[in-house]
């Protein structure tokens, strides 16, 4: 079973300089549970080359964490990757399953109950749902949710719900509290000073509600 509680989704433009890779390795020793490669700007290569780095760097660690990739089937498909991130303008949930099979774990983002509930009719295998809150990460998203709207999918469906938009360390705990088998940070983490330690006090807020550690 896959544990969504600490959910990294990278940005290269908000690493401060500092390269991905480095800055999933320190995610990893604080304790994120999934990891997503989320790269909206550069060529085709570099995300694979990104995405083999990340996928050699867990099988080196012998880590079972899930290696996720935003949009790209291909890429996912290409680089051994455990699953792709899709959001409701990206490639339809079936069309990705033509191409992955069982293969691949398929994420889809949701604005509302009724996305939420499509996605699980079609076959996701969990939903980001987006956003909880106001970002300046991502321009293009709805209004946020709120906690009532992680407490409304939780009701409307069974699948994991990860939630994602403005989450940090101090808003973390009640995200869980409302219903989310999980937080997606981007800033959060990718942002932080040290991405270490940021990691590692998101998770103690989630275990806080979660209980584990
Ligand atoms: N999808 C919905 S909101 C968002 C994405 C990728 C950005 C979240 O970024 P942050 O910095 O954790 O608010
Ligand atoms: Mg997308």
């Known amino acids: 079973m896959i544990d969504y509680s600490l959910y990294l989704v990278t940005d290269r433009h908000l690493s401060l300089g500092r390269d ?23 060529s085709t290569r570099q995300f694979i080359e990104e995405a083999r780095q990340v996928r050699n760097l867990l099988d080196c660690l012998a880590s079972t964490i899930p290696l996720i990739i935003n949009d790209r089937v291909d890429v996912a498909l290409a680089t051994g990757a455990d699953g792709v991130h899709l959001g409701q303008r990206d490639m339809d949930i079936r069309d990705a399953r033509r191409l992955a099979g069982s293969s691949l774990l398929i994420g889809i983002s949701v604005e509302s109950v009724d996305d939420a509930v499509r996605a699980e009719a079609e076959g996701a295998d969990y939903v980001g749902v987006s956003p909880v809150f106001a970002t300046p990460t991502k321009s293009d998203t709805a209004p ?12 409307a469906v069974s699948l ?31 942002s932080a000073a040290c991405p270490a330690q940021a990691a590692r006090t998101l998770k103690e807020q989630i275990s806080s509600v979660k209980g584990g550690g």
């Open 20 to 42: 991905t890779v480095d800055i999933v390795q320190a995610a990893i020793r604080g304790g994120i549970t999934c990891v997503q490669l989320r790269e909206k700007h550069g």
């Open 144 to 155: 946020p949710l709120g906690l009532a709207g992680i407490q409304a999918i939780r009701a």
């Open 160 to 190: 994991p719900l990860v939630a994602i938009g403005g989450i940090n360390a101090d808003n973390a705990a009640a995200i869980i509290r409302a219903g989310a088998d999980g937080v997606a940070v981007v800033s959060a983490i990718v």
